[in-house]
C-alpha cells in the first residue's frame, strides 16, 4: 500500500525548483545523492535497519511557442540498499505536457506522466516496483473569472515487477465533464462528473497472502464506476486559503460493487513573510483491489509548519494520524489500525544557485490488532542535490 506516511525517498532536485512561471523557455537538468536511514526497514515488531543510496538525475524542458507551452521532465533514480541488494532497482519517472490556447477561451491540455516506486515493506516482503502510466486530455471553454465548461478522458495502465502481484495490475479508462467558475479573487469551484471502467487482465493469477510464496482464490475485481465531485478552493484573505473536494462514486462489479466517499479539508495559513501553516482532514474509501491491503476506510488528520529562517536555510516539521478500518476485503480479520506520525526536522539549505543540502527526518508508530502488523521505526534522510 502506497501510504501517504510512507517516509518515500522523495528527489531533492525538485525542493530547489523554480516557479513554473519562471522556467518559461528553459532547459535544465539535475542530479542528486541521498542516503536514507531506516531503523525498521522490515516493518516488523523487532527492529531490522537498513540503509539505502538512491542516486537520481533528472533532464527538463518549459519551452513556449506563440499560445502553445511544452513541459517535459524525465528522472532516473538508483536504489542500492546496503544489507538487501536483491532489493536494488532503477526507477524511471516523468511528465510530458502540452497546453494549447486557442483564441481567448478556448483551450486544450494533453499530459502523459509515468510514475514508480517500491512497494512499502508492511505490503510485501519481496522486491515489487509499481509503474503507473496515465495520458490526460482535457479541452475546456471560458476565459477570466466566468463560467468554463470542459470534456476530458483519461487511460491509466498500472503493472507490477513481482510475477505474484500481477494478478494486481489493471487498466482504467475514464471520460469526465465538468463545470467550473473562477472569481476576481482567485477563488475557483468545479463540479465533475466522471464515468469509467476498470480491468484487472491478469486477476486469474490470484493475489498474495500472508504467505508471500501463497495465493488466495481468484476473484473477478472487474468493475465499472460513476463519479460525481465538487472541488473548490477559496481564497479567504491574502495569507489564507482553504481548498475542500467532495465526492460520491458508485462501483459496478462482483468484489469492487456499491458506493463510498471521498472528502478532504485543506486550510494554508501564512503566518507571516517566513512562516507558514498547513493542516486538513481527509477520509476515504479506496477501491477494493488496488493493493493487497486496501482498508475500507481512511480518516487522516495533518498539521504542518514552513519557516523561512534565513533567504538560504527552511525549516519544517508535521504531524499526521491514521485511522484505517479493514473489513473481510483485505487481509486478516475485521480491525481497525492507528498509525502516528512526525516529522521533527525537515531542512534545507541552498548553499548557492545550483547547490543544496536538505535533511529529513521521521517517526512512525503503527498499532494494530495483529501483531505482526505492529512496529515502529526511525528514519532520516540526508542529501545533496544539483541543479542547472
Known amino acids: 500500500m502506497r501510504d501517504s506516511l510512507a517516509f518515500r525517498v522523495l528527489p531533492l532536485c525538485v525542493a530547489v525548483a523554480m516557479p513554473a512561471a519562471a522556467q518559461t523557455d528553459l532547459f535544465s537538468a539535475g542530479a542528486s545523492v541521498r542516503q536514507l536511514w531506516d531503523s525498521n526497514y522490515a516493518r516488523t515488531p523487532e527492529e531490522d535497519s537498513e540503509q539505502i543510496t538512491v542516486s537520481s538525475a ?28 536483491d532489493l536494488d532497482a532503477t526507477l524511471n519517472e516523468g511528465r510530458v505536457t502540452w497546453q494549447g490556447q486557442w483564441g481567448n477561451r478556448l483551450k486544450s491540455r494533453l499530459e502523459w506522466m509515468r510514475d514508480s516506486y517500491p512497494v512499502d515493506r508492511l505490503e510485501f516482503q519481496d522486491k515489487d516496483i509499481v509503474k503507473r502510466d496515465e495520458a490526460h486530455a482535457l479541452i475546456s471553454y471560458g476565459a477570466g473569472h466566468r463560467l468554463t465548461l470542459g470534456i476530458g ?17 489493471f487498466d482504467e479508462e475514464e471520460g469526465y465533464v465538468e463545470a467550473g467558475y473562477k472569481t476576481g479573487i482567485q477563488s475557483t469551484l468545479f463540479l465533475r462528473v466522471r464515468y469509467g471502467e476498470r480491468t484487472y487482465p491478469n486477476q486469474e493469477i490470484g493475489l498474495p497472502i500472508d504467505d508471500p510464496d501463497t495465493l488466495e482464490p481468484f476473484e473477478d475485481l472487474d468493475f465499472e464506476y460513476q463519479q460525481a465531485e465538487l472541488e473548490t478552493v477559496w481564497e479567504t484573505s491574502a495569507k489564507t486559503n482553504l481548498t475542500a ?25 501564512a503566518a507571516t513573510e517566513k512562516t507558514e501553516f498547513n493542516g486538513g482532514y481527509s ?16 480518516h487522516t488528520l495533518f498539521a504542518g509548519v514552513q ?70 521505526s526511525s528514519q532520516a534522510i540526508l542529501g545533496l542535490s544539483f541543479r542547472y
Open 58 to 85: 533528472f533532464v527538463a524542458l518549459d519551452k513556449t511557442l506563440s499560445r502553445q507551452r511544452f513541459i517535459a521532465r524525465w528522472q532516473v533514480s538508483q536504489y542500492d540498499h546496503a544489507d538487501r541488494p
Open 307 to 376: 519557516w523561512q529562517w534565513t533567504p538560504k536555510i527552511n525549516v519544517g516539521a508535521d504531524v499526521n494520524y491514521v485511522q484505517q478500518k479493514y473489513q473481510d476485503d483485505s487481509p486478516g480479520p475485521d480491525r481497525d489500525e492507528k498509525v502516528y506520525s512526525a516529522s521533527p526536522l525537515q531542512m534545507t539549505y541552498q548553499f548557492s544557485d545550483y547547490f543544496s543540502i536538505r535533511l529529513d527526518t521521521r517517526w512512525v508508530d503503527r498499532d494494530s490488532p495483529l501483531a505482526y502488523r505492529t512496529y515502529t
Open 153 to 169: 478522458g483519461r487511460q491509466a495502465e498500472q503493472t507490477h515487477s513481482n510475477g505474484l502481484r500481477e494478478g494486481l495490475d
Open 245 to 269: 473536494t467532495l465526492a460520491y462514486f458508485n462501483r459496478d462489479g462482483v468484489v469492487n460493487d456499491g458506493t463510498g466517499v471521498l472528502a478532504i479539508l485543506e486550510a494554508n495559513w
Open 283 to 298: 477520509y476515504r474509501e479506496p477501491a477494493v483491489g488496488e493493493t493487497s491491503d486496501s482498508p475500507a476506510g481512511t
